[in-house]
Nanobody, 118 residues
Framework: QVQLVESGGGLVQAGGSLRLSCAAS????????MGWYRQVPGKQREVVAV???????TYADSVKGRFTISRDNARNTVFLQMNNLKPEDTAVYYC????????????WGQGTQVTVSS
């Protein structure tokens, strides 16, 4: 059973920084693409950044130049460094991971709240 445990959310002033972490349990699993998504009440969940196993990254236009996604394949962990945060970045951030071995499937973390005050 795959579990994704997120940490690092919180309250920060505009212009500040936060670092999110997501650790995927289960050493027998091989993870392909991992990523971060966010959601605010009344809106659809949107992609923030994703990273392939080979570390190819893709970012939403709204976070380019401010957020950096990275991963540690040995620890099945993905990170999101968020700099120059803006009030519009306020959301619940969810980690996502795609498993490719021994079976295929997509998994979500429980979410972590990020609040940016103006």
């Amino acid at each position: 059973q795959v579990q994704l445990v997120e940490s690092g959310g919180g309250l920060v002033q505009a212009g500040g920084s936060l670092r999110l972490s997501c650790a995927a349990s289960g050493s027998i699993f091989v993870f392909d693409t991992m990523g971060w998504y966010r959601q605010v009440p009344g809106k659809q969940r949107e992609v923030v950044a994703v990273i392939t196993r080979g570390s190819i990254t893709t970012y939403a236009d709204s976070v380019k130049g401010r957020f950096t996604i990275s991963r540690d394949n040995a620890r099945n962990t993905v990170f999101l460094q968020m700099n120059n945060l803006k009030p519009e970045d306020t959301a619940v951030y969810y980690c996502n991971a795609i498993v490719v071995f021994p079976s295929r499937g997509g998994y979500w973390g429980q979410g972590t709240q990020v609040t940016v005050s103006s």
